[in-house]
């Protein structure tokens, strides 16, 4: 598939991509809908690439833990070809027909949902968190291992301290935190997906986070089970 400028359609795509982009943002809200002492399910996403044929292919898994216990109580995934080219600072419409489709295949609802990547903390800040809730109608959370410079703005590194922070802010407006979940580990960054405040989703984080790893439970879970499944599909294909 070819990529970037060197698809045919990319300034069709470009266009359309940030019309979208821009009507979806009105309807952001950083602020809790939902009731923080009812939440029970947590959901990770992630997904993992591969190219077959001059093809793009992706899997998608979704992990999802109980929110007090942290055991997993369901894993679901699903692959299929990617047709969407990569644009730097879209990568949501590229990714969002698959995620839509693995998500239909739950059977447990979640109440929250995590992303490996930015929400609020995106150049019109419309990162996958933000504009997957629009489609999942979910509070969602975004949660990075690297940091998205907007502005040329540079983060603030936290204190070499368990659950220390920094806020990103940009213009005035917090675009998200980077934290350092615990003493010696390099920090994440998260920003708010949608219908949701920062201090609740670094709360919810946190939660979410032991001292096997800096990444939340959900999220790590679904990395590891992504990169087991393309190897599985990735044999598949070879053997075609």
């Known amino acids: 598939m070819k990529k970037d400028g060197q698809n045919p359609n990319y300034c069709e795509y470009l266009a359309n991509f940030e019309k ?28 993992a690439y591969w190219e077959n044929n001059n093809e793009t292919y992706a899997v998608c898994c979704i992990v999802t833990i109980d929110y ?3 055991q997993i109580v369901e894993t679901k995934y699903l692959s299929g070809e990617i ?11 590229r990714e969002l027909p698959l995620i839509l489709e693995t998500y239909k295949l739950l059977e447990i609802e979640p109440d929250i949902i ?4 930015n929400g609020f903390l995106h150049y019109r800040n419309m990162g996958i968190a933000t504009h997957a809730s629009f489609y999942l ?10 940091y998205l410079k907007i502005e040329n703005v540079e983060y603030h ?22 934290l350092r979940p615990h003493k010696g580990v390099k920090p994440i960054f998260i920003s708010c997906g949608n219908w949701i405040d920062i201090d609740t989703a670094t709360d919810i984080v946190l939660n979410c986070i032991n001292q096997e790893s800096r990444q939340p439970i959900p999220i790590r879970l679904a990395d590891i089970e992504t990169r087991k499944m393309r190897e599985v ?6 053997s075609l």
């Open 114 to 117: 995590m992303f490996d990547g």
């Open 83 to 93: 047709t969407v080219p990569y644009i730097a600072g879209y990568l949501s419409f």
């Open 233 to 238: 599909f990735m044999r598949e294909h070879k």
């Open 137 to 146: 109608h979910k509070p969602t959370i975004g949660v990075a291992k690297s």
């Open 68 to 70: 007090e216990s942290h």
């Open 20 to 47: 979208e982009q821009n009507k979806l943002k009105k309807g952001i809200k950083l602020e809790n809908g939902f009731d923080k002492n009812k939440i029970k399910f947590i959901s990770g996403i992630d997904l």
């Open 157 to 178: 590194m936290p204190l070499d301290e368990d659950r220390a922070f920094t806020d990103i802010i940009i213009h005035s407006t917090v675009y998200g935190r980077t």
